[in-house]
C-alpha cells in the first residue's frame, strides 16, 4: 500500500517561484511512475509532470515545459516539483500520484494512489 503526502502550496505572486513535495510511504518500483496533476477551479483535473521512477524520465504538459521540473529522491522516498515563473493560469489544486504499471502518458485513469491535494494560487 502506498500512501502520498503532498505539500507546499501557497499563495504567491506571477512570475513567482515555488516548490511543492510530495511523501510517498511505501516502496515505489522501477517501472512505476509518479507524477503531478492539477485542477482548476471548475476544470477538469489534468495531467502536469510525471517521472519514472527508477529511471528518472520526465514528461510535461506543453504549457509548463521550461518553467516546470520534476525530480524524485529514491532515498528519502520523495518528489518534488519546482515552478518558476508561475502565471495566473497555473493556479490550481496540484495532486501528486502514482501509477504502479508505469504508463506514459501518465493519465488521471491509470493513477492507482493520489495525495489530498495542495492548493496554489497565483495573484497577477
Known amino acids: 500500500q502506498v500512501q502520498l503526502e503532498d505539500s507546499g502550496g501557497r499563495l504567491v505572486q506571477a512570475g513567482d517561484s515555488l516548490r511543492l513535495s510530495c511523501a510517498v510511504s511505501?516502496?515505489?518500483?522501477?517501472?512505476?511512475?509518479a507524477g503531478w496533476f492539477r485542477q482548476a477551479p471548475g476544470k477538469e483535473r489534468e495531467f502536469v509532470a510525471s517521472?519514472?521512477?527508477?529511471?528518472?524520465?520526465?514528461n510535461y504538459v506543453n504549457s509548463v515545459k521550461g518553467r516546470f521540473t520534476i525530480s524524485r529522491n529514491k532515498g528519502e522516498n520523495t518528489m518534488d516539483l519546482q515552478m518558476n515563473d508561475l502565471k495566473p493560469e497555473d493556479t490550481a489544486v496540484y495532486y501528486c500520484?502514482?501509477?504502479?504499471?508505469?504508463?506514459?502518458?501518465?493519465?488521471?485513469?491509470?493513477?492507482?494512489?493520489w495525495g489530498k491535494g495542495t492548493l496554489v494560487t497565483v495573484s497577477s
Open positions: 517521472i519514472r521512477w527508477g529511471y528518472g524520465t520526465t
Open positions: 511505501g516502496r515505489l518500483y522501477s517501472s512505476a511512475v
Open positions: 500520484a502514482v501509477d504502479r504499471n508505469g504508463q506514459v502518458p501518465m493519465t488521471r485513469s491509470d493513477v492507482d494512489y
